[in-house]
């Protein structure tokens, strides 16, 4: 599969949140991934645009570590940085219909 945006999300639906059990792209915890070229290099940086269902989120780090390490394993791949947003701040409203099933929110 070509490197895209859709084949990075695909790819971070292995990330599980360990407090919910979804993973964070059902979640709407992505919020943009984008490409860079690296010099010399056919491979990409990938870069991750990501936040938490709160500020403090004690998965925070694990979340981070598990985006990363799942992106680099990607065909294309030379680079993945992943850069914590909180603005906006995440809602349940950024859930699939999947997520909401898996955690019985109607």
Same mark, same amino acid.
């Given at each position: 599969?070509?490197?895209?945006?859709? !084949?990075?999300?695909? *790819?971070?639906? +292995?990330?599980?949140?360990?407090?919910?059990?979804? +993973?964070i792209v059902d979640l709407g915890l992505i919020y943009e991934v984008n490409f860079?070229? /690296?010099?010399?290099?056919?491979?990409?940086?990938?870069? /991750?645009?990501?936040?938490? #269902?709160?500020?403090?989120?004690?998965?925070?780090? *694990?979340? /981070?570590?598990?985006?990363? *390490?799942?992106? !680099?394993?990607?065909?294309?791949?030379?680079?993945?940085?992943?850069? /914590?947003?909180?603005?906006?701040?995440? !809602?349940?409203?950024?859930? #699939?219909?999947?997520?909401?099933d898996q955690l019985g929110i109607f």
């Open positions: 599969m070509a490197l895209s945006e859709d !084949s990075v999300r695909e *790819q971070l639906k +292995n990330v599980i949140d360990p407090e919910l059990f979804v +993973n860079e070229d /690296i010099e010399e290099s056919e491979d990409k940086k990938v870069l /991750i645009d990501m936040t938490m #269902t709160s500020p403090a989120c004690p998965a925070g780090p *694990q979340l /981070i570590g598990g985006a990363k *390490q799942f992106v !680099s394993q990607m065909d294309g791949v030379g680079d993945v940085d992943v850069k /914590i947003v909180m603005d906006p701040p995440w !809602s349940p409203d950024r859930m #699939t219909e999947d997520a909401r």
